[in-house]
């Protein structure tokens, strides 16, 4: 089943890398008692992850400040130093963007929005989306009906709809 607005989001544990390594992350204490966009990318460096997806969030911090969003998380099926070090190099880090790893797909595949692309080497990976979540429900939802296409899913089509 694929998660849909208006559902609340599984219990899941995803990763982040520490100052002391990875660590795990509840996304249910992430978004208990506040409003939290979560956007997630097929991989990491992947082009249009990298000069559209990521960028269009740090471009859009700001407003999502102004609507009251308290965290903005993206979420990628690798592993947790990648997202890491790719948090710094697009400069999502910087601009305050939580960068979480979904290292073995549980979550993407939880929530139905996994997809496999052999030809491009992706296996096991996540579609491109964007959703608004307040106190652990879906509010909105937006999701690319191509993974090379970001346009709903972007900062932009997201605060569209907010």
């Known amino acids: 089943m694929t998660i849909s607005a208006g559902d609340i989001l599984p219990n899941a544990t995803l990763i982040q890398l520490g100052a002391k390594g990875p660590e795990a992350v509840s996304l249910s204490d992430k978004t208990a008692e506040r409003k939290v966009v979560i956007f997630a990318v097929p991989g990491a460096y992947t082009p249009t992850c990298s000069s559209a997806h990521v960028p269009s969030f740090i471009r859009t911090k700001d407003q999502f400040d102004a609507k009251g969003v308290d965290e903005i998380i993206c979420v990628s099926v690798n592993d947790p130093f990648v997202m890491n070090a790719w948090g710094a190099e697009t400069g999502a880090a910087a601009a305050g963007i939580t960068m979480l790893a979904d290292a ?23 579609g491109r989306y964007a959703m608004l979540v307040e106190n652990g429900k879906v509010s909105i939802l937006n999701v690319e009906e191509s993974p090379g296409v970001c346009e709903t899913s972007a900062g932009e089509g997201l605060l569209d709809l907010m």
Not at 108 to 123: K, S, Y
């Open 104 to 126: 073995d797909s549980s979550f993407t595949t939880e929530i139905g929005m996994n997809f496999d692309a052999p030809p491009a080497g992706l296996l096991a990976r996540s």
